[in-house]
């Protein structure tokens, strides 16, 4: 699977490790965003590249990574198509495919610890969408993006 990822540089310590967790396990890596932790990095460029991405089918799924994961999880919800979840643990990441089938995963490093955050990324990973009953909320949420991306 083509995952895209990209952090301001709040987020670039944890993406490296994030990085070279999902290459262990056999990802295709997209990575963009800050160059280093210690240059100031726009979280809105870096959501937007992931965003982009995904909306676009150059992958198939996100992850979006700033200070606290707020930011950048505004700016990905922003665009049409994307789903975004804001998750600080495994149940809300394995919840946010089963139920909403979120295709970007926002995470903050000055939130978790990367013990959690990688638990929290295989979560992701792994659950699949539910359908059923959340087909219908989901597709709900397709309506109204294609009221207001008319
Ligand atoms: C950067 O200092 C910080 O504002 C950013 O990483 C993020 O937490 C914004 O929501």
Request: no cysteine; proline share 0%.
């Given at each position: 699977m083509k995952v895209s990822i990209a952090s301001d540089h709040a987020g670039y310590a944890l993406r490296q490790k994030i990085v070279s967790h999902l290459k262990e396990k056999g990802f295709e890596v997209l990575e963009g965003g800050?160059?280093?932790?210690s240059e100031s990095y726009s979280y809105v460029k870096a959501g937007q590249k992931v965003a982009r991405d995904v909306n676009d089918g150059t992958a198939l799924r996100g992850i979006v990574i700033c200070g606290t994961g707020i930011g950048i999880s505004i700016v990905a919800n922003k665009y049409k198509g994307i789903r975004c979840a804001l998750c600080t643990n495994e149940f809300m990441a394995r919840m946010s495919r089963e139920h909403?089938?979120?295709n970007v995963l926002a995470l903050g490093e000055r939130v978790i610890g990367y013990g959690v955050a990688l638990s929290t990324v295989d979560a992701f990973f792994e659950e699949e969408f539910l359908g059923e009953r959340h087909a219908i909320r989901v597709n709900d949420i397709k309506e109204q993006e294609d009221e207001l991306f008319k």
């Open positions: 800050a160059t280093s932790s909403n089938d979120a």
